[in-house]
Structure formats: C-alpha cells, structure tokens
C-alpha cells in the first residue's frame, strides 16, 4: 500500500519504516527542514536502536516530503502521528494535529479515490471526531466515512525498542466507524501476528490513556512501596520479583527508582487529569501517581546528603541524561529535577550520556548550560568521588566504583559490587 505520514518523529518515522518493512512504500511529510534532508539522507534524526540500518536497507523506498498535497495524492492511507504535548496547564495541546488535519483536508479537495486518515498521535476521547474530522470535511469540502474514511490507532511502541514493539506488538487496537476503512486497516495489518482490537473511535482514543496511565500507577505504587521497603531495609525489587509472579498481576512495570518519564507518561497522565476534572469526576489516584513520581528523583539527593550533607562547591558526577537507556530522548526525563536540585544546593556538575548530552542542553539550557559535559563516564569517575545514576545505560554497568559514594536511582549492578559507599533508591 502507499502510505503517508504526517509527522516524522519518533513515532512517525519508526512507524513508517515499520510499515515498510512489511512491503508498503511511504512518503513522510513534516514541517522541520531537518527531519525532511536527513531522511531523505537515509539518515535518522533520533536515535532508535535498528532505524538506521533499515534507512539505509530500503532506501527508495519512501522520502520525505513538507508537501501534503503531493504526499496525499500519491497514498491511499495517511497517518497523522505529530506530537501532542501538554499546555502550562496541564491539558494537551492539539495545535499540531488540528494545523495537520486542515492541510490535509485542504489536499484531500484533489482527491477522488477513498482516502483512509487514521490518527495515530495520541488524542483524548472525542477528538478523532470532535477535532479531526469536522477540520477535514470543512477543509476538503468532502464528508467523512462517505467520501474519506477516518480511523483512530494508538501506538504503543516504547522508545529504545520500538522498531520491534511496532513489528511485534501485544496487540493492534483500531477504532473504526465504517466497513471500507476498516477493510484498509485490516489489510494493512494482516502480515503482523498479534490480536486486533476493533472498536468505535472513541473506544481506541481511551484504550491508549488507560493503559500508559495503569503502567505509570504501576511503577508509582511499587515506588511508594519501594520508598517504605527502603525505611525497612528491604530489597524492594525481590518484592516486586515475589508479587509478579503471581499471573493476575505479572511482573512488568515494578522497577523501583527514581520514577518515570519520557514523552508519553507525564504528559498522558495530566491530559487525563486534566479531562477528568473537566468531566466534573475527581482524578484521585492519578492524582496520587503524578504526585509519587514528582517527589521520587529528589530521593537521590535526600539520600546523597546522608554522605554528603554539603553540597556547596563540591563536584558531583551524573551518570544518565536521557529519560530512559536507548534512546537519545530527555523529554521529561528525571535528569532534570535531579540536576536543578544540584545546582540549587550549591554542586558543580559534570553528567555522560552516551546519546543525550546534547539534546539535554538544548531542551533545558536553564541547567544544561550550567554543567560540564564529560566524553566518558571514566571521565566523570576521574573527577569526582560522588556519584549519582540516573539512566542505566549498560555501558555504566561496565565501570568500576571503587573508591566511590555512589547513590543509584536504578539499580546498576556494577556500582552495587564496587562502590565504596552504595545506597540504593528502593533498595
Ligand atoms: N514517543 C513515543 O514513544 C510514543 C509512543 C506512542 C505514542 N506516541 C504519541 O505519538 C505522537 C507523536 O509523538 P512523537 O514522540 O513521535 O513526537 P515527536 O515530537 O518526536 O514528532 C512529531 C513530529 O511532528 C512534526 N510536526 C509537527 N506539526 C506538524 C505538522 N503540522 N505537519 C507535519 N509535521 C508536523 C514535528 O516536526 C515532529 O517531527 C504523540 O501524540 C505521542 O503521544 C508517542
Ligand atoms: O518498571 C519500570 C518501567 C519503566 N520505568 C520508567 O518509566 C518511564 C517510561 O518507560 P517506558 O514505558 O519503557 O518508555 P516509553 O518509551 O515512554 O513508553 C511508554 O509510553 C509510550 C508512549 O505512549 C507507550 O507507547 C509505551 O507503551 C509506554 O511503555 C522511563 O522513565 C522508565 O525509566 C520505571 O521506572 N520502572
């Protein structure tokens, strides 16, 4: 099939390579000049482990484009997959997918052949057809589910192993109005061996909240719980190995630490806060999660005084930029907080990571220009004896501590054995 994409990140783009892996061809639209050379460079403007070499493998087939018009009428289906990032209010934003879905409608006016849109960004329920569709149709002049079709599919990839989450998914959730479009997404979804979810529009939009607000409950609950095995000298992830196990409940998502991040969870969670309260219901657990989560990073500075209760001039090394391992992405990551805090106390900091250093400095120059950047972790271990990890990278599991204080927000094996002084977040 012909497939467009509007919006080349990380979605996007892995989502469009993913679709052509399994035998479509796909033009990718986007507003940044950058993304648009380097893809058609065949080369990845994130990082994401395995994108690279499937560039380069199926060079030709796709490019990228700024141009909807020529983007749409050379696709059957098109993706919108731009960001939904959240207001200072906590509520999400829609600007993207609404400039999207009036260019789109503004192409589709050329169009005659039934054109399938599928909103794949993540969109509060209602949206697809509250927002998308009526910008479509009064921009096209053609009316949805008779002249196009319109179908909402969350993503669910992860960051870092997300060519494979899209290739090898638990599931496929599609919501779908109409029987053509549902054809098309059906097809298009034939060659990937997972259960398809069918369901109204509305449905699918709920599905995607539901589930990164569960995952995010469960890592928060097992940080509460963390936070309290650490008081009693319990070793919370033995905990979490024990409750697991038990099916009902299963054994992902209970890594204690210093909390999540990333483009997906913080932003998600206060969106469906945010609905909530609009819907005149009160968002008390997910109240209670956002709350956990914002008070788990400092936890490392909490403990950190215990060995080192001044701060004020000393140097302190942070091992781990990026929100997560794999990924070049600091979009929220728990860096941040931990780092602010730093400075705040009077600490100089020299921090390594191996993809996100320089993202970190452009995303928050408030502090990122106030650090040193070091080329190595051995670097950081050289200049100073007080460590904190932040990202567990593997490389930092291939270091030795000794010697060093070194307060670990995600349990880097290496640094448990070796360090002079250890303490663990939840451990
Ligand atoms: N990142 C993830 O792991 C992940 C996983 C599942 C779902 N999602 C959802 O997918 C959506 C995209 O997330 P992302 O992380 O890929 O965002 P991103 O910021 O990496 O990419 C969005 C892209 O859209 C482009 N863009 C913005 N406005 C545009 C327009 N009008 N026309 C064309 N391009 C435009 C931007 O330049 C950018 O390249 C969000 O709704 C997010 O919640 C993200
Ligand atoms: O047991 C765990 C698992 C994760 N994390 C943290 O949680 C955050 C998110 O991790 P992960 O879910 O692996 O990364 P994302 O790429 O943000 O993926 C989430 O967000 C995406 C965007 O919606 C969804 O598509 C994915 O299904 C969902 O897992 C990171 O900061 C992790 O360090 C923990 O602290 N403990």
């Not at 849109?117 to 002049?141: C, D, Y």
């Not at 319109?150 to 109409?178: C, H, K, S, T, Y």
């Not at 054994?251 to 969106?271: E, L, M, N, Q, V």
Request: net charge negative; glycine share 8%.
């Amino acid at each position: 099939m012909r497939i467009s994409i509007i919006g080349s990140g990380y979605v996007g783009l892995v989502t469009g390579m993913g679709f052509i892996k399994l035998g479509n061809e796909v033009i990718f639209v986007d507003v940044d000049e950058r993304k648009i050379t380097m893809i058609n460079n065949a080369e990845p403007p994130i990082y994401e482990e395995g994108l690279e070499e499937l560039m380069k493998e199926f060079r030709g087939k796709y490019y990228a484009t700024k141009d909807y018009r020529e983007a749409i009428l050379n696709s059957d289906v098109t993706f919108i997959a731009v960001g939904t990032p959240s207001r200072e209010d906590g509520s999400i934003d829609l600007k993207y997918v609404e400039s999207a879905a009036k260019a789109i409608g503004e192409a589709l006016k050329e169009k005659d052949p039934y054109h399938v849109i599928v909103v794949k960004s993540t969109v509060l329920p209602g949206t697809t057809e509250g927002v998308v569709k009526p910008l479509i149709e009064e921009h096209s002049g053609k009316k949805a589910f008779g002249d196009f079709g319109l179908a909402m599919n969350p993503e669910f990839l992860r960051e870092g192993v997300a060519l494979n989450d899209f290739l090898n998914p638990d599931r496929v959730v599609i919501g779908v109005q109409d029987e053509r479009t549902k054809e098309v997404l059906e097809k298009l979804y034939e060659p990937i061996n997972a259960p398809k979810v069918f369901t109204d529009i509305k449905t699918a939009e709920m599905i995607k909240y539901a589930s990164n607000a569960f995952l995010a409950t469960k890592i928060s609950f097992a940080n509460e719980i963390g936070n309290i095995c650490k008081k009693l000298g319990i070793d919370s992830w033995k905990v979490f190995e024990g409750v697991g196990l038990d099916h009902r409940i299963s054994p992902h998502f209970f890594k204690t630490g210093i909390g999540w991040g990333g483009s997906c969870f913080p932003k998600d969670t206060r969106a469906l806060i945010r609905k909530t309260e609009e819907l005149g219901e009160e968002p008390l657990i997910l109240k209670a999660v956002v709350e956990v989560n914002e008070k788990q990073p400092l936890k490392l500075i909490e403990l950190l005084k215990k060995h080192v209760p001044e701060l004020k001039g000393k140097t302190v090394g942070v091992l781990g930029l990026a929100f997560k391992p794999d990924t070049d992405d600091v979009r929220e990551t728990r860096a941040y907080p931990v780092i602010k805090k730093l400075l705040e106390d009077g600490a100089r900091v020299i921090t390594y990571d191996p993809q996100a250093m320089e993202n970190f400095k452009g995303f928050y120059p408030d502090v990122g220009e106030k650090i040193t950047y070091a080329n190595s972790p051995r670097e950081v271990l050289e200049a100073t004896d007080v460590i904190l990890i932040v990202t567990e990278w593997k490389e930092f599991e291939e270091l030795d501590y000794s010697g060093k204080i070194v307060v670990d927000g995600r349990r880097v094996k290496a640094a448990e054995k070796t360090a002079r002084i250890y303490e663990g977040v939840c451990w």
